[in-house]
């Protein structure tokens, strides 16, 4: 689905979704590869949240209060009205525009804000490193996607 580019800087994008694939009033998680500095990578999970207004918010996928995924638990990101993100597991909830706590064990904590933005109808990340998802091509890999097909006499 997404393309990665090994040692992007901060000005570079990358793609995480079509914008259509999180609705208003929805929010979607996605688990992404980032660069750990020594050449090799670790897991970034990210929450991307839309607000009612059509708006894309995204945070760093883990509460404030214990580091625990957000829809740990309930399995979903946003309160019963679709205006809030709620944690899952003790249910603190913060504004989707801010990411602040506005209720809950962590009242007044922020969620981590990671960027994104809409580019000609896709979703994007920027201001992380990312590496990519597939192993590199070997030198012997067959970039042609026909098949060949034997044909043994009967």
């Not at 404030?64 to 990101?77: A, C, E, K, R």
């Not at 996607?145 to 044909?151: D, F, L």
Request: hydrophobic share 35%.
């Amino acid at each position: 689905m997404s393309e990665t580019t090994q040692g992007q800087g901060p000005d570079e994008v990358f793609v995480i979704c079509a914008m259509d694939a999180v609705a208003p009033g929805a929010a979607k998680a996605f688990d992404l590869a980032e660069a750990d500095g020594q050449g090799g990578a670790k897991p970034l999970r990210i929450v991307v949240a839309r607000n009612k207004a059509g708006q894309y918010f995204s945070y760093r996928n883990a509460c404030p209060h214990q580091g625990v995924w957000l829809n740990i638990g309930s399995g979903s990101f946003l309160d019963e009205t679709g205006a809030q993100i709620k944690c899952g597991r003790h249910g603190a909830t913060f504004t989707i525009e801010t990411g602040h706590c506005v209720s809950g064990a962590c009242e007044g904590a922020q969620l981590q804000k990671m960027d994104v933005e809409a580019l000609d109808g896709d979703l994007c990340i920027r201001g992380v490193t990312l590496v990519e998802d597939d192993p590199p091509l070997r030198h012997d890999d067959d970039m042609d996607e026909t098949m060949e097909i034997t044909i043994h006499p009967g």
